[in-house]
């Protein structure tokens, strides 16, 4: 089977009736941009930058983070690099950063939060990043978002960095598209909202679905409902990819749920333009999806979308669609 796979290494990522989406990788440390390409990943849709940040007595400087994007950009080759801002806080603890403790780590002061209330922080990564912009295709993401007021406040700030690094002489790129994740519910629901002023949309389904079913994704007595296709995700996850589509926006998905063969056919039916997932799930999710039409998944939503558990849809996509 890994033979066979090998061949999709050099195709393009389309559907049988030449549909083209984009399959790309989950990064953490520069080093797994080489391994994303040796996965045949059409670019990096997630690189979790807190791993710059962990392990270590202290925060990693403007210049070490330069050229931690800049390698990144360079090993993609001018593909598509999507960088999400620090995401600490809750259950990514650093041992330099002593916060207040929290009875809710999940509902408390991370991500966004944290860097728009710690500036300074904040700055050094903003910098570091669009200095490196100009060594490759960077779009830039912030995580955790749930009002349009965090959104406007995240990137008016990235661009007061910018308009400071021209005024110091800095080069730095003209087309970066600066987008959110779309992982906490109150933001999937005014998607629409959000697709007028973000170039794009990423769903971060690991966070969604935890947040949105209330059970904790670390906590094994809750984990029979993290349910990546129960009714209430699958209507979110639509949503989202309607209202990027019908502002002219293009939507992706980070999270587990993109590489996951039950919910790639959904998926491709909902219209999702870009899978991000781990670099070994790339060519298996190439090849499932050069075996499917999107045109032809339309009847099989619309009887997905009646179907009323987790269970149920599961059944009707393992019967119908694998
Ligand atoms: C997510 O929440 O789906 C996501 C991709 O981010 P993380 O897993 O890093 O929280
Ligand atoms: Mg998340």
């Not at 007028?196 to 906590?219: C, H, P, V, W």
Request: hydrophobic share 45%; net charge negative; with cysteine.
């Amino acid at each position: 089977e890994q033979a066979a796979l090998r061949a999709y290494i050099d195709q393009p990522s389309v559907d049988r009736d030449g549909h083209h989406v984009e399959i790309a990788g989950n990064i953490g440390r520069p080093d797994d941009a080489e391994v994303v390409r040796a996965n045949g990943g059409d670019g990096v849709g997630l690189f979790r930058t807190e791993f710059l940040y962990m392990d270590r007595n202290d925060f990693p400087s403007e210049e070490e983070q330069y050229i931690a994007y800049k390698t990144v950009l360079e090993k993609m080759e001018g593909r598509k690099t999507v960088v999400r801002t620090l995401d600490i806080g809750g259950d990514k603890e650093l041992s330099y950063l002593t916060l207040p403790e929290e009875m809710n780590p999940f509902l408390g002061y991370r991500a966004i939060r944290l860097c728009l209330e710690e500036r300074s922080l904040f700055r050094v990564q903003l910098r570091a990043l669009l200095r490196a912009s100009i060594h490759g295709d960077l779009k830039i993401m912030f995580p955790m978002i749930a009002t349009l007021d965090e959104f406007r406040t995240a990137k008016n700030f990235l661009m007061e960095v910018k308009a400071e690094l021209i005024e110091e002489g800095f080069e730095v790129s003209d087309d970066i598209e600066v987008g959110m994740m779309v992982e906490i519910p109150s933001a999937a629901v005014i998607a629409d909202l959000f697709a007028k002023e973000a170039d794009f949309l990423s769903i971060g389904t690991n966070d969604l679905i935890q947040y949105t079913l209330a059970a904790d994704r670390m906590n094994e007595k809750v984990s029979y409902l993290y349910q990546p296709y129960h009714p209430a995700i699958l209507r979110l996850v639509k949503n989202v990819i309607d209202a990027a589509h019908a502002n002219g926006k293009w939507v992706g998905m980070c999270g587990e749920m993109a590489g996951d063969e039950i919910a790639i056919p959904i998926l491709l039916g909902f219209g999702l333009d870009e899978f991000s997932m781990s670099a070994s799930s790339i060519l298996h999710a190439r090849a499932q999806i050069s075996k499917l039409s999107k045109a032809e998944m339309t009847k099989h939503i619309d009887h997905i979308l009646t179907l009323t558990t987790s269970a149920d849809i599961e059944n009707y996509v393992i019967e119908n669609l694998l």
